[in-house]
C-alpha cells in the first residue's frame, strides 16, 4: 500500500557543502571553484576542494557566476537559414566545436529571413545576458547588423557588414579562383578554357539572383582572371546560366556552348551542380570527362562525389569558419577586418590534361 509521501528530491549540492567536505572555509572554495589565482591558498588546499566537489557532484549555479562575473557562458547564432540547412549547418558544428572548449553553451535561432522575428529574437536573447552573437548567413553576403547588438561582441559569420565595419569570417573566394585556374595550368592547359556561370547581362540580383550571387560570382571570376594573367593567357570565354546555378540549367548553357561550335578543352564552373549539368551536356555531345574536356568547380556539396568521374571542386571550409568566428568572440581587439579562411581543393577524377586534337 502506497505511503502517500511524494519522494524528496534530491538535495542540491551547494558551495556550503563543498567547503564542508574539504573542512575549508566558503571563502575559500569560493576562490577554488571560480579559479581565482590571487589568494594565497596552498596547492594542497586547491586539491581538497576540487575532490570534494567532484565526490558531491557540484556544479556552480550559473545564476550567481553571472552576478560576480557578468559573464553568462551562453553564445548565440542568430542566422537566416543555417542551422536548418545540412550543408551550411557545418558553421554550426564548428562554432560549437570551439564554444565547447572554452565551457560556453550555444543558443541558434533561424529568422527566416523575418525582419520582426529577428527582431523578437534578439531581444529575448539579450534579455539572458549572452556574452555575444556570431550573425551568419547561409550564402556569403552583405547584412545590417542589428542596432541592438552595438554594445555586446558580434563576429559576422558568413557575411559583410553593408556598412563595412565589424569582424567578418567569409571564405577566401579570391583565393579560391586562383586555385581553380593553376589546377588547370599544372596539366598544361593554357587555351580554350571557358567559365560556366555568368548572369544575364544586367542581371544583378532581386526576384531570379538573389543578393550573393553577384560576390560570389565576382570574386571567383577575379581569382581566375587572375591566376590565367599571370600564367600569361586568359579565359577564352564566359558562359550565361540562365534563371538559377542548378544542374539543369548549368546542362542547358554549356549545351548551347557546344552548339553554338564551340569546343572547350576545360570548364570552369561556378558551383557543383553547374558542373553537373555541364557534365550532362558534354556526354551527350559525345565528349569525354576529363579525357576531352576537364571540369573544375566550387563550394564541395556532396553533388561533386555523385558524378562519374568525381568532380574536383574548391570546398566552402564552413567548420573552419565556423570554429574560427567563435574564437574571434571572446579577442579583446574589435578592430574591423576581414578574415578570409582558405577553400580547400578536393580532388576528384574530372581534370586531366588538355586533349590532342587529331
Not at 550555444?106 to 539572458?128: I, N, P, W, Y
Not at 545576458?129 to 558568413?158: C, E, H, Q, W
Not at 555531345?285 to 556539396?301: K, M, Y
Not at 558524378?307 to 578592430?335: K, N
Amino acid at each position: 500500500m502506497a505511503s502517500g509521501k511524494t519522494p524528496s528530491s534530491p538535495r542540491r549540492v551547494t558551495l556550503n557543502h563543498v567547503a564542508e567536505r574539504a573542512g575549508v572555509s566558503r571563502s575559500a572554495a569560493s576562490f577554488v571553484m571560480s579559479g581565482r589565482t590571487d589568494q594565497r591558498l596552498s596547492a594542497e588546499v586547491f586539491a581538497r576542494v576540487r575532490a570534494a566537489a567532484e565526490e558531491l557532484g557540484y556544479t556552480p549555479n550559473l545564476t550567481a557566476k553571472t552576478l560576480r562575473t557578468g559573464r553568462s557562458g551562453t553564445v548565440a547564432l542568430v542566422s537566416d537559414f543555417v542551422s536548418t540547412t545540412s550543408f551550411a549547418s557545418t558553421m554550426v558544428r564548428g562554432a560549437l566545436e570551439e564554444l565547447c572548449q572554452r565551457d560556453s553553451l550555444l543558443f541558434t535561432v533561424d529568422t527566416h529571413g523575418r525582419e520582426e522575428l529577428e527582431s523578437r529574437l534578439l531581444d529575448s536573447l539579450l534579455a539572458r545576458n549572452i556574452d555575444g552573437v556570431l550573425y551568419a548567413s547561409m550564402f556569403t553576403r552583405s547584412v545590417t547588423v542589428p542596432t541592438v547588438l552595438k554594445d555586446i561582441p558580434v563576429v559576422l559569420l558568413n557575411c559583410l557588414s553593408d556598412d563595412g565595419g565589424g569582424i567578418s569570417v567569409i571564405p577566401d573566394e579570391i583565393s579560391a579562383g586562383e586555385d581553380a585556374a593553376r589546377l588547370l595550368l599544372e596539366v598544361g592547359h593554357v587555351q580554350d578554357i571557358w567559365f560556366v556561370g555568368s548572369m544575364p547581362p544586367g542581371q544583378v540580383g532581386g526576384t531570379i539572383w538573389p543578393p550573393w550571387a553577384p560576390l560570389a560570382l565576382s570574386e571567383r571570376r577575379e581569382g581566375i582572371e587572375r591566376a590565367l594573367k599571370n600564367a600569361g593567357t586568359s579565359l577564352a570565354g564566359s558562359v550565361v546560366v540562365e534563371e538559377d546555378w542548378d544542374i539543369a540549367n548549368g546542362r542547358a548553357a554549356v549545351a548551347g556552348l557546344l552548339a553554338s561550335g564551340e569546343r572547350p578543352r576545360a570548364l570552369i564552373c561556378v558551383n557543383d551542380a553547374v558542373a553537373i549539368g555541364a557534365g550532362h551536356a558534354l556526354r551527350a555531345a559525345g565528349l569525354r570527362v576529363p579525357d576531352d574536356v576537364s571540369l573544375v568547380s566550387f563550394d564541395g556539396t556532396p553533388l561533386a562525389q555523385a558524378g562519374e568521374p568525381a568532380l574536383t571542386t574548391i570546398a566552402l571550409p564552413h567548420l573552419e569558419m565556423g570554429r574560427r568566428a567563435a574564437s574571434l568572440l571572446s579577442d579583446p581587439d574589435r578592430t574591423p577586418r576581414r578574415l578570409r579562411i582558405p577553400m580547400p581543393v578536393v580532388p576528384g577524377g574530372s581534370v586531366s590534361g588538355p586533349r590532342t586534337d587529331p
